[in-house]
């Protein structure tokens, strides 16, 4: 649509039909707005353990612990357009496409 940034006439053909392949009335049918959806999903769990002792003249301390994390994140586009108070509404016929996802764990001893 950049290439008909110069307008449309009255009767609705474009001010520059060499640059701009689309008559007023096309134009308004595309796309203006993308819809960007994310879904993030983080878990984490951990176990620690401690033992001290004390003697007369030390103290002894051992410990260890186990930490866990997993993570995922999706993003999607869907072609949209704007309505009249700048939402967004997307376009129910055009297929929610994914851009990029994620996904990892981690463990520590």
């Given at each position: 649509?950049?290439?008909?940034?110069?307008?449309?006439?009255?009767?609705?053909?474009?001010v520059e039909p060499d640059d701009c392949g689309f008559t007023a009335a096309q134009g308004a049918a595309q796309h203006n707005a993308v819809l960007n959806r994310?879904?993030?999903?983080q878990?984490?769990?951990?176990?620690?353990?401690?033992?001290?002792?004390q003697t007369e003249h030390h103290q002894f301390a051992v410990g260890a612990s186990f930490d866990q994390s997993r993570?995922?994140?999706a993003q999607t586009r869907q072609d949209?357009?704007?309505?009249?108070?700048?939402g967004v509404q997307p376009d129910v016929l055009a297929a929610e496409v994914a851009s990029s996802s994620v996904t990892g764990n981690s463990q520590a001893f």
């Open positions: 649509m950049e290439d008909c940034e110069d307008g449309f006439n009255p009767d609705g053909s474009a994310t879904h993030t999903r878990t984490s769990a951990g176990l620690a353990l401690n033992l001290s002792r993570v995922s994140f949209a357009w704007f309505d009249a108070g700048r």
